[in-house]
RNA sequence: GCGAUCGUAGCUCAGUUGGUUAGAGCGCCGGUUUGUGGUACCGGAGGUCGCGGGUUCGAGCCCCGUUGGUCGCCCCA
């Protein structure tokens, strides 16, 4: 591998924040893919495909346009005919708008699943990223429990199929109706401006802003009073008891592990009722793997008729990061071509291979003495070599005592008249 | 937007209080062994030490700036 000084061309850099994937981590990422498109099937959710961009009004409108969220965080661009468009952020705000400009009211209740790239305009960190990817399953035109209880019992499962239930929470809290909602806030405004003098700079500014939040701040300062804030429950009404009620019954019926979190909350007031994580300690600072809750105010805010809706998303990079190393399948044939007169044959044996479903690959370029070297380095279920002698190939095969693949390979290569 | 920390070969990393020609493993290339073998042995190529200034007789090492990565804060739809 020669450089070339005298004509340097500078490599461009990757975009900040994004990233390449090869051969393990990539393996992973596609195994959590996998298993989610297998378990949403059990629960008959389907597929949903939705752009990648959408105009900004989409999730600027959906989010309310008040946070940093809307002004600094999106991956927002003009395009040439002058329009605002953004790299969609999130699934469920492309999710409600599809719904609602194509009359998939008719549908309703609508359980809908998806995964792909989202972007967010952030200083990357461990386990977040500017493009990053998600799991994404909703149900749009519910408003009853029983939907929030099986996007439950279907997230728990994911997990546990993909083996990582064990280090992870579900944590459940409910933000009840607008009603209850309302009354707790304006409870926990009263209780945290009775303790202004205490909280933190970061806290003074969460109160005008969004004072839901001081709950769970990180600052040791914070910490006692944000304690001994009032919960919710005191200011629940009966129809939001009852809801919660009935969505911690499927839990327990359907045999799914939750914890109480009344420190749970979701900035935005178009949430109701439920909201939940699903939280592990070793992720560093971002300790979510999932969430999700009720957002039954979003479709409406999106211009869209009166909409109950649940739904969760997954980070696919986090759950990548936590599961164990997939069992990919091993190569079943790997062949060193140890004389360039054989590689005609070589080619010939390894298409018919293929051809018969057995994954093989071969090693026919370098140095032709160092080939078979390099081939015992790669695992596989049959170790083949090909040698040029007296005018012929000669071909020889090694693997474990009795395996079938072997048997396999020798009948193919008998066929192929090779002995 | 803010803070901490790190940038040395294609990769993972050593590199002494600042001191001649910057090292190792893996990978790559070549050689030895012409074999029911060979995950071996020997050798080679490859680095303006992220970039730009400064201090010094002398800087990979110290100082300033800058850029990129990592981790954290803010935010988290």
Do not use: C
């Not at 008040?66 to 492309?94: H, N, Q, W």
């Amino acid at each position: 591998m020669s450089k070339d000084k005298s004509g340097k061309i500078p490599t461009p850099q990757a975009v900040r924040g994004t990233q390449d994937m090869l051969g393990d981590f990539a393996d992973r990422f596609q195994h959590v893919v996998e298993t989610f498109e297998r378990v949403r099937r059990l629960y008959g959710f389907k597929r949903v495909e939705v752009p990648v961009i959408e105009p900004t009004a989409v999730f600027a409108r959906s989010l309310g346009e008040t946070t940093d969220v809307v002004s600094k965080e999106m991956y927002s661009f003009e395009d040439r005919g002058g329009e605002s468009i953004t790299l969609r952020p999130e699934f469920t705000a492309g999710i409600a708008r599809a719904y609602v400009t194509n009359g998939w009211q008719q549908f309703a209740p609508l359980k809908v699943a998806t995964h792909g790239p989202l972007f967010r305009y952030e200083r990357p960190q461990k386990g977040r990223y500017r493009q990053f990817h998600q799991l994404d399953a909703e149900v749009l035109g519910s408003d009853s429990p029983l939907a929030d209880a099986e996007l439950l019992v279907f997230a728990d499962q994911l997990l546990k199929e993909l083996g990582i239930a064990e280090g992870v929470t579900l944590t459940l809290n409910t933000l009840g109706d607008a009603e209850s909602r309302d009354a707790w806030r304006a409870a926990l405004v009263e209780h945290f401006e009775a303790h202004r003098g205490d909280l933190s700079e970061d806290s003074l500014a969460r109160l005008d802003k969004n004072p839901l939040r001081i709950l769970d701040s990180k600052d040791p300062k914070d910490r006692p009073i944000a304690d001994s804030a009032p919960d919710i429950d005191a200011f629940l009404t009966g129809e939001a008891q009852d809801f919660f009620g009935a969505v911690t019954a499927g839990l327990d019926a359907a045999g799914v592990a939750w914890e109480r979190n009344a420190r749970l909350v979701r900035g935005l007031d178009y949430y109701r009722h439920t909201a939940f994580e699903f939280v592990t300690d070793r992720l560093g600072a971002q300790g979510t793997v999932l969430g999700g809750g009720r957002y039954d105010g979003l479709i409406e805010n999106l211009g869209g008729p009166p909409t109950p809706a649940v739904g969760w998303a997954a980070g696919i990079e986090r759950l990548a990061m936590l599961i164990d190393e997939p069992r990919t399948g091993l190569l079943k044939v790997i062949m060193a071509v140890e004389d360039d007169l054989a590689v005609p044959a070589a080619q010939k044996v390894i298409a018919t291979l293929r051809a018969n479903d057995l994954s093989a690959d071969m090693i026919a370029t370098g140095s032709a003495r160092k080939r078979y070297d390099k081939a015992t380095k790669i695992n596989a279920h049959v170790l083949m070599s090909l040698r040029w002698v007296d005018d012929k190939p000669v071909v020889r095969t090694q693997s474990a005592p009795e395996s079938e693949v072997h048997t396999q390979v020798r009948t193919i290569l008998d066929n192929l008249g090779f002995r």
